[in-house]
């Protein structure tokens, strides 16, 4: 979704923190081997979550979609020490080379993988979590947000990924296409929610910052 020029994204990502060599080898797999691979975070958008990780420094982080792992590393480097990231994935094929990337970056017993319907797992995890990263079944996000809003505390953070879907939210939309559909029904729930604070980051294909600011 970037408008970059070839050459100004050579430029920026020569001008910010080097790639984790773990990140480099986990991204170059997962575009040698993975359907798909354009979904991977990758080195722009992951620098980003790490900082903001860093700059909340949350206690747990709950992930929805995990692909090969690349985002759920990024966002564990601001976790809190003895702190946890649950990352919940409906694909089994990429359990296990996720985990491999999380044992080659430490982080495996940081980071707790969950395989399965994110909506029917959701409600089983006792806890509170002050960052939550959507990045699952776009069809999905407002039954997602719904199920995870209670468990994030005043103050704590919702990021949404992929919400301009490739500029498909401005154009004439198929009603055959659900993904899009879910996507335009999931904005404009944020537009109307009055409990949050919300920013959209026009970043690859758009991230939405959500700050609850009330219950």
């Not at 966002?75 to 996720?98: F, P, R, S, Y």
Request: aromatic share 8%.
């Amino acid at each position: 979704m970037n408008d970059f020029s070839p050459e100004l994204e050579h430029y920026i990502l020569a001008h910010i923190s080097e790639e984790d060599p773990v990140l480099f080898q986990l991204n170059r797999e997962t575009h040698m081997n993975v359907l798909y691979s354009r979904m991977c975070s990758g080195h722009l958008q992951g620098s980003i979550l790490t900082m903001l990780s860093r700059m909340i420094n949350p206690r747990n982080i709950l992930e929805l979609g995990t692909f090969t792992g690349y985002s759920a590393i990024c966002l564990a480097k601001g976790l809190q020490k003895e702190g946890k990231l649950h990352t919940i994935e409906v694909n089994d094929e990429l359990e296990e080379m996720a985990f491999s990337y999380f044992e080659k970056a430490n982080l495996q017993n940081t980071i707790v993988q969950h395989i399965g319907d994110a909506s029917e797992i959701i409600p089983t995890l006792n806890e509170t979590f002050d960052l939550v990263f959507m990045d699952a079944d776009k069809r999905r996000y407002k039954e997602h947000y719904d199920l995870v809003f209670d468990k994030v505390p005043v103050g704590g953070y919702i990021f949404a990924d992929n919400i301009l879907w490739s500029g498909k939210v401005t154009g004439e939309i198929d009603p055959r296409d659900t993904q899009t559909t879910g996507i335009l029904e999931f904005n404009e729930s944020i537009k109307k929610d009055e409990r949050v604070e919300k920013v959209i980051l026009p970043i690859r294909d758009g991230m939405t910052i959500i700050r609850k600011i009330k219950n």
